[in-house]
């Protein structure tokens, strides 16, 4: 299920209008999330931008105040398992749909970021580099990657010899090297390249 916000009044124009972000495509574990954000103009929040130009607590000061401000926000994932059988894009694109679906009220418009966008039931516009130029985006882009992040550092507790509360399962450098000395666990996306070709010399597949 989403995690979700809302204030339960209705709004005409710009405040039905939501943004849409994802966290993690990139990472060769930990699922993958997206955010869905309606903003409220007349609560507006200072410093919205992509929230990888952020610090880790202003991303973190930034995120309260979304889901204290928003009109309604949701956040929802898609899991390994749906990563690895549907391949990243397709469980971007859901996670992304969850997002928006977890949305009360519903948006008329959704902005999404990037040139690839979900099916869904209201009006879809996309907008490269959304995340640096629309503020519900930015929105969106900052509750992603906060959830992301607190999920992975909850992994670390899981899987402490990966180093997953440092770089969140980027492929960095100890990232990496602890792959070779570990092997895959099970929040291992198998159908990237590195983890597939190291889980079939270990015989983890």
Known sequence: MPE???????????????????AGRGPLAGDVFAAAVILDPAR???GL???????????EALAALIRDRSIAW???SASVAEIDQINILQATLLAMRRAVEGLNPSPALALVDGNRAPSLACAVRTIVRGDATE???????I???TARDHTMRALHQRFPGYGFDQHKGYPSPLHLQRLRELGPCAEHRRSFGPVRALASALGRV
């Open 4 to 22: 979700r916000g809302s204030i339960l009044h209705d709004r005409a124009g710009p405040a039905r209008v939501c943004g849409v972000d994802e």
């Open 44 to 46: 507006p929040i200072e």
């Open 49 to 59: 931008r992509d929230s990888k130009a952020l610090s880790e607590s202003r991303r």
């Open 74 to 76: 949701s956040v929802a």
């Open 135 to 141: 503020p519900a985006i930015s929105a969106a882009s």
């Open 143 to 145: 509750l992603a990657k």
